[in-house]
């Protein structure tokens, strides 16, 4: 079941689908980006779907996603834990990063109910400060 969800969790993201990625949440899904608050300028916790949305807006006024490759998936019943190696371009100057992060997901009645990202916040805080 998980599968199928964060397929469809990640195309809607890479198609910057808001009904899309409503479609896979809870409504009071949760969303924690762990670095710099007021650096990165999408870190920190987002509650409720609506925050989460304009979470993802966020990021996507600032990054094109290239690709995203899973490099390790751990699954227990309700929750997924997930290594990524991903490529993104900071829309503003074409700069390239490639970062590695762990993705955690909480599930509840088939829908992601919350969301927690560890990734290298230092490239992309210095990858943002060149633009």
């Known amino acids: 079941m998980s599968l ?5 969790w990640y195309a809607a993201l890479k198609a910057g689908d808001a009904q899309a990625l409503s479609a896979v949440t809870t409504e009071d899904v949760t969303l924690r980006w762990n670095g710099p ?3 990165v300028p999408w870190a920190g916790l987002w509650q409720g779907r609506a925050k989460v949305i304009t979470f993802f807006k966020r990021v996507a006024d600032h990054l094109d996603i290239v690709s995203m490759e899973t490099v390790q998936r751990i699954e227990t019943p309700g929750a997924v834990a997930l290594v990524l190696d991903g490529h ?8 390239e990063l490639q ?14 109910a919350a969301y927690e990202i560890y990734p290298d916040s230092f490239a992309f805080a210095q990858a943002l400060a060149r633009v």
Do not use: K, P, S
Request: no cysteine; charged share 35%; proline share 0%.
């Open 4 to 8: 199928d969800i964060l397929d469809r």
């Open 37 to 39: 608050v007021g650096i």
């Open 88 to 95: 993104w371009r900071v829309r503003a100057t074409g700069e």
């Open 99 to 112: 970062v590695r992060a762990v993705n955690l997901f909480r599930f509840e009645d088939g829908r992601v």
